[in-house]
């Protein structure tokens, strides 16, 4: 698994740390799909604060992994997308509306506790 | 030191390291983080490009000078099925592979100049260049 993934608490995180192939990006899709059911989680980070390229293929990737984790009742929000990557992903028309962000994985983490003391249990919520 | 990379791109690990490489080289030529950003992303969107509709191709990334303007010049090249209609390929929103749509119109974006030829059955080569401000 080129992507650890950590379980906190009611929450997954996901921390990448290079690079990533597709077939890496599909990987982390698929463990992370599976492990909200595993271990019940009702979010996940995704960290991508290593990332220096995200490309439309990683953004549909990381789009599908937070419609397909609401889908099993868990919350994703990105965080660490860096400014030079962010200045490239709007040139590019890649603006992730659809997704949850936040500016680092604390406050990715206050988002997520935020919203389930908003929310209560993740039943048919739907929002972000 | 080369003033030139070449690869072959024929796997999604060859789109990583076409871009990476690629990154390299324009950084040699004293691109600002940002611009290095633009340019690895556009050598990404065309290395998919080719995987996904060719399968095989190749990537060339050069250092380049035109009068007093210095820069970086990427010609992505494949011998694939060719694209039947090039100004509908670049029109918003229209992709035939289920991706974003943003292959070739985002990187026309991404980058200075965009150019693009290719023919039904014989293949697609896209040529984008990036000046240094």
Redesign the interface.
């Known amino acids: 698994m080129a992507v650890p993934i950590l379980k906190q608490g009611n929450y997954l995180i996901a921390s990448i740390q290079a690079?990533?192939?597709?077939?890496d990006l599909f990987e982390l899709r698929n463990a992370l799909v599976t492990q909200v059911g595993r271990f019940r989680s009702r979010g996940v980070v995704v960290d991508v604060t290593a990332l220096?390229?995200?490309?439309?293929?990683a953004?549909?990737t990381l789009r599908d992994i937070a419609q397909m984790t609401r889908l099993r009742g868990a919350e994703t929000v990105i965080v660490g997308i860096?400014?030079?990557?962010a200045?490239?992903m709007v040139?590019?028309?890649?603006t992730l509306e659809e997704v949850a962000t936040a500016l680092d994985l604390e406050e990715g983490l206050a988002y997520l506790r935020d919203r389930s003391k908003r929310t209560g249990p993740a039943i048919g919520s739907h929002g972000g | 030191m080369a003033d030139e990379v070449l690869m072959d791109v024929s796997s999604d690990a060859d789109i990583v390291t076409a871009r990476q490489k690629g990154r390299e080289l324009a950084g040699r030529a004293g691109f600002s983080v940002t611009d290095l950003t633009l340019i690895a992303t556009a050598i990404s969107e065309l290395a998919r490009n080719i995987v996904l509709y060719a399968k095989h191709g190749a990537i060339a990334v050069s250092l380049a000078e035109h009068g007093h303007r210095r820069g970086i010049v990427i010609v992505a090249h494949d011998e694939g099925p060719g694209i039947p209609d090039v100004s509908q390929a670049l029109q918003d929103g229209f992709s035939t592979s289920g991706g974003l749509g943003l292959g070739l119109r985002g990187t026309r974006r991404l980058m200075d100049e965009f150019d693009i030829v290719s023919e039904v059955g014989k293949g697609t080569t896209v040529t984008v260049k990036k000046w240094l401000r």
């Open positions: 690079a990533l192939t597709d077939a220096d390229v995200m490309d439309s293929f953004a549909r860096q400014p030079e990557v200045f490239a040139q590019l028309g890649l």
